[in-house]
Each structure stands twice: as C-alpha cells, then as structure tokens.
C-alpha cells in the first residue's frame, strides 16, 4: 500500500524524465506503450497483493467463515443480495467515481492538483 501511496509524489518528479529518456532513445510513441505496460504489471500485482479495506466486506468475510450463512445474510443483506443485472451493476460501478469528484470537495481539489 505504502508503494501505491508514494505514486502520485514520485510520478512528477519521475515522469518527464522517464519519458525524456524513452522518447529519445527508442521514440515518443513507445512512452504510451511503456506507460500502458507498467499500469499493467501495477495491476496484476496488486489484485493478489492489496487486501480488501472496506469493514463491511472484511466482517462478512469474517462472517462467513465462523458461521452459519443465515445469520451472515442478516448483518449484511446489503452485501449478499442481488443487486440487479449486470448492466445495471457495470453502470453503478462506471458512475461512481463521477459522483465522487462531484460530491466530495477533497476529491475534487486532490485530482485538480494532479492534473495541473
């Protein structure tokens, strides 16, 4: 976690230089594929890697490994039930992060700065 956290500190001081690099000695148009490639070995090692920080998630789990199923569908329904299709799933999960830089001043202000 704490390698993820240094991302958005180092990523500025790094980048251009990084991509100076790359973009001179092999060409700009590799720098795409260079960035596509490391966001992808970031992904893959962060699905088995990162653990879960969501405490309804982490209870349930917890849940469901100490007892009965009734009882764990009883303390979290919202978390065992069917939510809808999966469209309607691909759809909540796709507008999220918009009403979070919406709604959440913090948010808007932090990706405003890592933007500029």
Request: hydrophobic share 50%; aromatic share 10%.
């Amino acid at each position: 976690m704490a390698v993820y956290s240094l991302g958005p500190l180092i990523g500025p001081a790094v980048g251009p230089i990084a991509g100076g690099f790359i973009g001179e000695t092999i060409g700009y148009k590799y720098i795409f594929v260079v960035i596509s490639a490391l966001c992808g070995v970031a992904a893959v090692l962060g699905i088995p890697f990162l653990r879960e920080t969501y405490s309804p998630v982490i209870r349930l789990r917890l849940a469901q490994k100490s007892s009965d199923p009734e009882k764990t569908a009883k303390m979290h329904p919202h978390l065992v039930q069917n939510h809808g299709s999966a469209l309607h799933l691909i759809w909540v999960n796709l507008a999220r992060p918009f009403i979070l830089l919406t709604r959440s001043f913090v948010c808007f202000i932090l990706s405003l700065y890592m933007a500029l």
